[in-house]
C-alpha cells in the first residue's frame, strides 16, 4: 500500500508554480491523486494528495518537497495522511448552487442549516461575480452528503426558506454519480 500525504501551500501569483510543484513531485516518484488549485486575490493556492512509493522514506519526502516548495516562495504544508479511509465517498449525494447580492454570513448561514442537520460538505467553491441591482453578485457552489435519515423535501424546503431570509436563489440537485 502506498503512502499518502498532503500537501498545501500558498503564495503570490506567477507563472510555473503548477509546473514547478509538479516536477518536484515526479522527481521524487509522487503522484498527485487529488487536487485543487486556485487563485484567490494574487495568491495562488494549492490542496494535493499525494501517494508516494511503496518504501518511502517519508520524512525524506516531506523535507524535500518543503525545502524544495519554499524556493518558490510558497508557505508549505506536508502531513501524512491516514490511508484507511481512501475508499470513501469523496463526491456529494447533492449539489446546491447560490446566487445573491454579496453581503456578510450567506456561508455561515447556509454551513450552520447543514452542520446541524449532519449534512457534510464535501465541496465548497465560491466567487464574486459581475454586478447585480444592489451590488456585486455572489455565487456559491456546494457538493455534500446528504444522511439518509434526512427527508429530502424538508431539506428543499427549508433551504428555499433560507434563501427568502437571506435574500437569495438556492437551487438544489442531486449529483450525477453515475457518469463518475
Do not use: W
Not at 486575490?41 to 524544495?68: H, R, T, W, Y
Not at 447533492?94 to 449532519?118: E, F, P, R
Request: hydrophobic share 40%; with cysteine.
Amino acid at each position: 500500500m502506498n503512502n499518502i500525504l498532503s500537501l498545501s501551500a500558498i503564495g503570490k501569483d506567477r507563472t510555473g508554480i503548477v509546473c514547478s510543484v509538479s516536477k518536484v513531485l515526479f522527481e521524487l516518484g509522487c503522484n498527485i491523486e487529488d487536487s485543487t488549485m486556485t487563485l484567490l486575490g494574487g495568491q495562488f493556492a494549492v490542496i494535493l494528495l499525494l501517494s508516494c512509493p511503496e518504501n518511502s522514506d517519508m520524512a525524506k519526502i516531506k523535507s524535500k518537497l518543503k525545502s524544495s516548495l519554499k524556493n518558490l516562495d510558497l508557505a508549505v504544508s506536508v502531513n501524512e495522511v491516514d490511508n484507511s479511509g481512501k475508499d470513501k465517498k469523496i463526491c456529494g449525494d447533492y449539489v446546491i448552487a447560490v446566487y445573491g447580492a454579496d453581503k456578510s454570513g450567506i456561508v455561515y448561514n447556509i454551513s450552520k442549516y447543514l452542520a446541524d442537520n449532519k449534512i457534510n460538505i464535501t465541496d465548497v467553491q465560491t466567487k464574486i461575480s459581475g454586478k447585480a441591482k444592489n451590488g456585486k453578485v455572489y455565487i456559491m457552489l456546494l457538493e455534500v452528503v446528504v444522511p439518509k435519515s434526512l427527508n429530502i423535501e424538508e431539506f428543499k424546503h427549508y433551504l428555499q426558506h433560507l434563501a427568502q431570509e437571506l435574500n437569495v436563489e438556492i437551487f438544489v440537485n442531486q449529483a450525477d454519480t453515475d457518469s463518475i
